[in-house]
């Protein structure tokens, strides 16, 4: 019966200490399974052509959000309207930079996914409408009609910021995409881009591949 007992206590003792110790490594379970991918895309981002390009849309767009998340909480103010729909476009901004660094791997994956990529395609569309929006935050603030509601003090320093940084993304972000462009051109590696079945996923419609 003691034998009985002591192996019934050792048992209950080391199912205990097991679901312990799967319970303790659950946090370093879900940290590696969150980590370990940032970290891959994070090596490919700083090995891509386009890091360049990438770290200017970043860092030229990063500013115009934090203004516009700053000032979410004035919805009556035409300022901050404009600031919070510019948020929209800078995120766009970074996520399309983002893009095109983690999945050109060559020139030619490049130039396929300028002509053919259809996600880059509506990007070309939204740059525009950035860049008409950036005209009408002039326009508004200009006349004064950018701090009518209730706005704070700042709204305009922060309109005139976040158009300064639109416009620097627009000149400086194309150059350090042509530079981009031009080191992937003389640095580029072999990738799958020559390979005709997985040159079709970046054509828009299937009919312009058979063309090429």
Not at 77 to 95: A, D, M, P, T
Not at 201 to 212: D, E, G, L, M, R
Request: glycine share 8%; charged share 10%; hydrophobic share 40%.
């Amino acid at each position: 019966m003691a034998a009985i007992l002591c192996q019934s206590i050792s048992t209950l003792c080391s199912a205990t200490c097991s679901g312990c110790g799967q319970i303790c490594k659950l946090p370093c379970t879900i940290c590696s399974s969150v980590c370990r991918p940032l970290c891959k895309g994070i090596k490919k981002l700083c090995s891509s052509h386009f890091c360049l390009y990438a770290c200017v849309a970043l860092g030229l767009n990063l500013p115009p959000i934090i203004f516009g998340l700053g000032s979410i909480a004035y919805g009556g103010c035409k300022g901050s309207q404009w600031l919070g729909i510019n948020v929209i476009f800078c995120i766009v901004h970074i996520v399309a930079a983002f893009y095109l660094a983690l999945q050109s791997k060559s020139f030619s994956d490049t130039m396929k996914m300028l002509c053919y990529d259809p996600w880059i395609a509506a990007y070309i569309l939204i740059g525009t409408g950035s860049f008409v929006w950036l005209c009408i935050g002039i326009s508004w603030a200009r006349n004064g009609s950018i701090q009518n509601g209730n706005c704070p003090d700042n709204i305009t320093t922060l309109t005139y910021n976040s158009i300064y940084c639109g416009y620097a993304f627009l000149s400086v972000g194309m150059s350090a995409l042509i530079v981009s462009m031009m080191i992937s051109a003389c640095l580029g590696k072999r990738g799958s881009s020559n390979n005709e079945q997985d040159d079709k996923k970046y054509f828009a419609f299937p009919a312009a591949s058979n063309k090429v």
